[in-house]
């Protein structure tokens, strides 16, 4: 399968580039949508399937399954996806936004925040991305960013998330959480916090995991967003941190400064100013590649792209 890519451009000397067609998604894809942004893609069958964040005309946010032979250009279905009971009795939630979507064992599984007394985090899982079934939710109210890792660890499925308030959260850890079945949730460790201002501003406000997580030999390479309180709000930026193979709540390096920040005018513009918010990466190993989809401004979707090797080594370099 043909990993999304383009070459950095020449003048470029950023250790992640934007695709130069950016955005990929825009926010009126399909009829009803307001907007569409922070949104999860993973390899499926003969190309690729995802999970679309497509708040409504209305703004009502929910989530929405789409189709690419390349990773780029995408079809996305009209309607949000209705999910069945999994194992709990009835489908519950009064919104559903930001999803993460990873491969595990037999089935893709799907994290996403759900409005239920507040925000919380969603789990659901689906074989074909035709049939959706939802579970229990896997925390309590008020948690946002709920990431899973691709793998056991420790015989354990793992989740990152940021608890969170019932607003717009002015602060925020990320913690990791363990689960014997993907239901009940426990062994919660704290793994890194915002920066003093003068350490690192660009995220000293709140973080929150970003894309799931991929084994290097440096270890897990994750990316992540960070806030900054400006005069004019919160500016969201895209970092990396590298996480201990066996005890990822173990931070390895996290770099001090950020790999994107709102420069171009569709990251700058739109329904929220300023904001870059990974939720995904495609990755081929063997040949040093990943693609990183962001949402740009809560409006639309966009792409970046990066050498596994160079982002390493900028994140050991340039670690706080």
């Known amino acids: 399968m043909k990993l999304p890519w383009q070459e950095r451009p ?21 009829p009803t949508s307001n907007s569409i942004f922070n949104s999860a893609v993973v390899p499926f069958e003969n190309g690729y399937a995802g999970v679309f964040r497509c708040d409504n005309k209305a703004v009502q946010m929910n989530i929405f399954a789409g189709f690419s032979k390349d990773g780029i250009h995408w079809d996305i279905n009209h309607q949000p996806i209705n999910f069945k009971a999994g194992d709990i009795d009835k489908v519950h939630g009064d919104y559903k936004y930001d999803p993460r979507v ?29 049939v959706f079934f939802q579970c229990e939710n896997a925390f309590l109210p008020f948690n946002r960013n709920g990431v899973l890792f691709p793998e056991k660890i420790n015989g354990k499925y793992a989740m990152m ?19 014997p079945d993907m239901k009940y949730w426990g062994e919660h460790r704290h793994i890194m916090s915002p920066t003093p201002f003068k350490d690192s501003a660009w995220q000293c406000t709140k973080i929150g995991a970003g894309s799931v997580p991929f084994l290097t030999d440096e270890g897990w390479l994750m990316f992540y967003h960070g806030v900054i309180t400006t005069c004019s709000g919160f500016r969201y930026a895209m970092g990396s941190a590298i996480l201990d193979k066996e005890n990822p709540n173990m931070v390895k390096y996290r770099t ?17 100013p300023n904001v870059i918010f990974p939720c995904a990466t495609l990755q081929d190993i063997k040949a040093d590649k990943v693609a990183i989809y962001y949402g740009a401004a809560d409006t639309v979707v966009a792409l970046a792209f990066g050498y596994i090797s160079e982002i390493l080594e900028f994140t050991k370099q340039n670690t706080l």
Do not use: M
Not at 10 to 30: F, G, H, L, M, S
Not at 104 to 117: A, M, S
Not at 169 to 178: E, V
């Open 102 to 130: 990873v491969f595990i064992e037999d089935r893709y599984w799907i994290t996403w925040c759900e409005g239920h007394n507040g925000p919380t985090i969603g789990v659901g899982y689906t074989f074909d991305f035709k």
């Open 256 to 272: 001090q400064p950020y790999l994107l920040t709102p420069s171009e005018l569709y990251e700058q513009v739109g329904d929220v």
């Open 10 to 30: 020449q003048k470029c000397k950023d250790v992640v580039w934007r695709y130069t067609e950016n955005p990929i998604v825009e926010r009126d894809a399909i």
């Open 161 to 179: 998330s940021r608890p969170s308030d019932n607003g717009h959260t002015p602060f925020g850890d990320i913690y990791l959480s363990y689960s």
